[in-house]
């Protein structure tokens, strides 16, 4: 009866020990695959901020005219008091 109970527990704790292996596996499996996505995610926010950081730079061309049509009228107005000065 011994020898049975014996064998029982050793082929419950190489059973034990087969299922630990495994999940240990599935566990750095899932551990490697998360460190991965996460590198993933931190290159595709460096070049999120790339593209935002250029958009600012971004005038439209409309606005620029705008702009440029402004500033003459500005450089007419001044120009026309230090001529008047």
Known sequence: M??????KSSMEDRLGRMLND???ATQDLIIGKLEQ????????????????????DVVLKEE??????????VEEIVDLKLKEA
């Open 64 to 73: 620029f005219e705008k702009l440029e049509n402004r500033v003459g009228d």
């Open 37 to 56: 996505m996460d590198k993933n995610i931190k290159e595709i926010h460096r070049e999120v901020q790339k593209v935002n950081l250029n958009n600012v």
């Open 22 to 24: 495994g999940f240990q």
């Open 2 to 7: 011994k020898k049975i109970k014996k064998e």
